[in-house]
């Protein structure tokens, strides 16, 4: 059974920067695509960031985030990554990571295309 674990989550001030790591017990061949997405209460999850693994050049960024976060991997330690700078309020909320084993993901920032997720960790932005 393939897992993923999410750390690097805390508290920051608006301006700031995190970096939040997830680690899968499987990478790249079984999981074609991976992600991360955010959720605040009352709300679904929303796409963050995906990643490509066999070709880390093919990523998505929702809108909230481009430009301002970057994803990337490193396959050697399965570990996907989630650089996020100049945070603001409005990013507060858990963010999951997400694992695809299809092999055809349509749309990388759907939730329905994810069946793995990690438990989550919280992120808290204040003005």
């Known amino acids: 059974l393939v897992q993923v674990r999410e750390s690097g989550g805390g508290s920051v001030q608006a301006g700031g920067s995190l970096r939040l790591s997830c680690v899968a017990s499987?990478?790249?061949?079984?999981?074609?695509?991976m992600g991360w997405f955010r959720q605040v209460p009352g709300k679904e999850r929303e796409g963050v960031a995906t990643i490509y693994t066999p070709d880390e050049r093919n990523a998505r960024y929702a809108d909230s985030g481009r430009g301002r976060f970057t994803i990337s991997q490193d396959k050697a330690k399965k570990t996907m990554h989630l650089q996020m700078n100049n945070l603001q309020p409005a990013d507060t909320g858990v963010y999951f990571c997400a694992a695809s084993t299809k092999n055809v993901v349509v749309s990388p920032l759907e939730e329905y295309e994810y069946k793995i997720w990690g438990q989550g960790t919280q992120v808290t932005v204040s003005s």
């Open positions: 499987e990478y790249g061949h079984s999981m074609r695509c």
